[in-house]
């Protein structure tokens, strides 16, 4: 009989940006499974503690980086110290975004650079120099965070869902030119997930956030966002590449978009 391979043991996965959030879900998921994690943010205090609670309840080990993946230097040190420690780079999550809301005539040149700058280049100089130990070591699979914002028009997202965009497009590009390397490379849109940026975001502590009058939809965690991508990254889904997943949630009982679901 056949049985789904989602084991990640033993392989090494680099994920950007995971002193918190999603990616320290994720980071936290792919090592329970007994994969060596390297996990980046833009200070090492923030992220060493990630690091060592991996390494004291999970199967696989964690390396903790202070990378800024604006910086292309700072990206080849942290693909370079991930070689260095586990000999290659089997999967790399490109988590680490982030933004402000703001109606578009309100965005400066800068703004609009500093949103583009670390959720597109960040992406992209990540996926260039990890992408090419991928390709030397014979493949590998990699995971972008996009955004439903990239997938939809909403007002004050014009930077970031711009960035959000671009991100499904590249993922659908290098899917195709890197399959003959054997690198998959898929996408994650997820809608609302309950983490200390998107608190920051709208200004309120991250607790009060399922209380938002205007958010239509359950709120998710991390934990479901890791659960899919440790999925995209595994044997299991050795056939899917330049995808793009939407996890969204369903929408709160009583709102108009519920109908149809059985929820009323
Ligand atoms: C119903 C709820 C809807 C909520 C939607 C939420 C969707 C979730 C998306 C997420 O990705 S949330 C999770 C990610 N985390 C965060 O976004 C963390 C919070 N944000 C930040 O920490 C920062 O804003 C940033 C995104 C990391 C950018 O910081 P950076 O240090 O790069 O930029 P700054 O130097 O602070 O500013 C650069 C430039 O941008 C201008 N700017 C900053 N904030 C605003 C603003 N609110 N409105 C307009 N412009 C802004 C700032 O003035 C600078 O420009 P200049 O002044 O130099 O021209
Ligand atoms: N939460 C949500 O509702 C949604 C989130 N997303 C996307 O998911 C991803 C994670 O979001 P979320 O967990 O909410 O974000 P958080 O703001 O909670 O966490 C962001 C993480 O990225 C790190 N980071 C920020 N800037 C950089 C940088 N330049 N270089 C390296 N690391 C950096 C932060 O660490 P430090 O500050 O220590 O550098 C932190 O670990 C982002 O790409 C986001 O756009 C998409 C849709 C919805």
Request: hydrophobic letters at 40%.
């Amino acid at each position: 009989m056949h049985e789904p391979d989602y084991g990640v043991a033993g392989r090494t996965a680099i994920v950007t940006g995971a002193s918190q959030g999603i990616g320290k879900a994720i980071a936290e998921t792919l090592a329970a499974s007994g994969a060596n994690v390297v996990i980046c943010s833009r200070a090492q205090e923030r992220v060493d503690p990630v690091a060592e609670a991996i390494d004291d309840e999970c199967e696989g080990t964690a390396l903790a980086v202070e990378c800024n993946v604006r910086e292309r230097e700072q990206v080849d040190a942290l693909v370079d110290a991930t070689v260095a420690e586990f000999g290659g780079v089997d999967v790399l999550v490109n988590n680490a975004g982030g933004e402000f809301v703001a109606p578009f005539e309100d965005i400066s040149p800068n703004g609009w650079n500093a949103i583009v700058d670390l959720n597109l280049n960040g992406t992209v100089h990540c996926t260039q120099v990890a992408g090419e130990v991928m390709r030397e070591n014979g493949g590998g699979s990699i995971v972008n965070l996009s955004s439903v914002n990239g997938q939809h028009a909403a007002p004050g997202e014009s930077h970031y869902g711009a960035a959000k965009a671009a991100i499904i497009r590249l993922t659908e590009t290098l899917a195709v030119e890197w399959a003959p390397h054997g690198i998959r490379v898929n996408c994650v849109a997820p809608g609302l997930i309950q983490t200390p940026g998107v608190a920051e975001t709208l200004g309120i502590d991250s607790e009060q956030m399922p209380e938002r009058e205007e958010v239509d939809r359950r709120i998710g965690h991390g934990e479901e966002i890791a659960d899919l991508v440790q999925f995209l990254v595994s044997p299991a889904a050795s056939f899917v590449t330049g995808e793009t997943v939407t996890a969204k949630g369903v929408p709160k009982p009583g709102n108009s978009m519920s109908e149809g679901l059985g929820l009323e």
